[in-house]
């Protein structure tokens, strides 16, 4: 079987986040987004109703999807989509191809989704979709007819002004492009119904970037805020697919040192920096990190526990746990992942006064420039990408600013802070409407 072929949009890989498990495959994701939850919606003294409301998805798809593979035998995949809130606009949230996809991680993906846009204030509520599959071992041809499968199967549950999908894990714009053809036909040309899509057809300058833009802003004020000079900062950051490799080349330009980095096969180090050049021109020729010349090899485990100013998890959720917790050296953490910090591993960092932003504030810069692309996509007229990049910076910066306020204020940690904003929002637009 051929391996597939995604043309990615950049130069960072695409979907081979599927061929091992996950860092911690007992996790409960959901259980963490709902303590999450809880504990703003206690500190803030959030309505019981609206709590009511809050706690559980207002819809879920799971979908059956046959695809004829290319050995001629029939595969049978499940497809999920979980819509969790919209009253402060349609459903948005991105499609993750996943081999541990399952509906108890998409929905505690989809309930991020909904605090996130808030806090960023994009005129969203979430949603998250997923298909259970290993994208890296299935052909193009075997991608493209579960992706049309997977559309047709969500079509009655998206729209431009319902649910609008973009890219995650194992997916990326020409995934998009192929959902929006396959809306298409039904619907005619509707570029707004899915965002990452390839510029060419309609997705937008920057997008491609935006996630690990976004990360870039906040480790930036993160690092002012708590006294740490970026320009002498010692980075490390696991994952170096889309977020990670963008968020690893946009810090560096910031002058810091990217002393490790990692994918799904190992990790690399080197005391003085990587060199992100070779790094890059070792993933394209080899399709993993490993090996880069003139670093050394570092686990995955190994990158997390290092000796650095700023641990950036930017692959999986579940990465720092009750396992590992305690060897954690960082002081600061900026979650680029979804869920990458168990609970009992945040009240741990806590005790421990590592200070760890939150994946809703830290990678918001993707569902932030999706938004700019929803809007171009239906006035029809493509902005530049300074544009796109200046109006990214004002949000995450304003964004970052409710969230340290608060912080400060109220003494709370940066997640309960970043909840409490985003909650209070949502309850807004709850109680407005009902
Ligand atoms: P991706 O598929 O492009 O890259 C994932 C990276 O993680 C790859 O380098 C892969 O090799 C690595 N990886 C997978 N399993 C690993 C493991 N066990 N240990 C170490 N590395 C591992 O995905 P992405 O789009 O970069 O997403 C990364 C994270 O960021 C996910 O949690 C995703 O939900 C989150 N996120 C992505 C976006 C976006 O716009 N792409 C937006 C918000 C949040």
Not at 355 to 373: H, M, Q
Not at 409 to 424: C, F, H
Request: net charge neutral; charged share 20%; proline share 4%.
């Amino acid at each position: 079987m051929t391996t597939a072929t995604i043309a990615p949009t950049s130069d960072a890989p695409v979907g081979e986040a599927s061929s091992v498990r996950p860092a911690a495959p007992h996790v409960n994701f959901n259980q963490i987004t709902n303590e999450q939850f809880q504990e703003a919606a206690d500190h803030m003294k959030l309505d019981q109703e609206v709590q009511l409301l809050l706690r559980t998805p207002y819809r879920e798809l799971i979908v059956q999807i046959p695809v004829r593979m290319d050995n001629g035998k029939l595969e049978l995949f499940h497809g999920f989509r979980v819509q969790h809130n919209a009253v402060r606009g349609p459903y948005k949230g991105g499609i993750r191809y996943h081999h541990e996809v399952d509906l108890n991680e998409v929905r505690s993906l989809a309930a991020l989704m909904t605090w996130k846009t808030a806090l960023v204030d994009v005129p969203f509520g979430g949603a998250k979709g997923g298909v259970t599959c290993d994208p890296t071992q299935m052909s193009r041809k075997e991608l493209q007819s579960m992706t049309r499968g997977f559309a047709q199967k969500i079509d009655m549950a998206i729209g431009i002004y319902r649910d609008i999908p973009a890219p995650d894990v194992g997916t990326n714009a020409q995934i998009m492009a192929w959902m929006m053809d396959e809306y298409g036909k039904k619907h005619g040309y509707t570029p707004a119904i899915v965002t990452g899509k390839p510029v060419n057809l309609g997705g937008s300058l920057g997008r491609d970037e935006a996630t690990g833009r976004g990360v870039m802003i906040i480790t930036r004020e993160a690092c002012k805020a708590f006294g740490t000079d970026i320009k002498n900062a010692r980075i490390a950051i696991q994952g170096f697919g889309n977020v990670g490799s963008w968020a690893a080349r946009l810090i560096s330009n910031l002058g810091a040192k990217i002393v490790a980095v990692s994918d799904v096969q190992g990790g690399i180090f080197a005391e003085k920096g990587l060199d992100l050049d070779k790094v890059f021109s070792h993933l394209k020729n080899t399709g993993s990190v490993v090996g880069t010349p003139g670093t050394k090899s570092v686990t995955n485990e190994e990158l997390l526990t290092l000796d650095v100013d700023v641990l950036i998890p930017a692959a999986l959720g579940g990465a720092i746990t009750e396992d590992n917790v305690d060897d954690v050296k960082a002081k600061l953490i900026i979650e680029a992942a979804n869920s990458p910090v168990t609970p009992y591993a945040d009240q741990r960092l806590r005790s421990k006064g590592v200070r760890v932003v939150p994946d809703i504030l830290a990678n918001a810069g993707g569902v932030t420039v999706s938004y700019f692309e929803w809007v171009q996509n239906l006035q029809q007229f493509n902005w530049d990408l300074d544009k796109v990049n200046h109006e990214l910076e004002l949000r995450m910066v304003k964004a970052w600013n409710a969230v340290y306020q608060r912080h400060t204020d109220e003494k709370i940690p940066l997640r309960t802070s970043a909840y409490t904003v985003a909650l209070a929002k949502v309850a807004e637009a709850s109680r407005q409407r009902f």
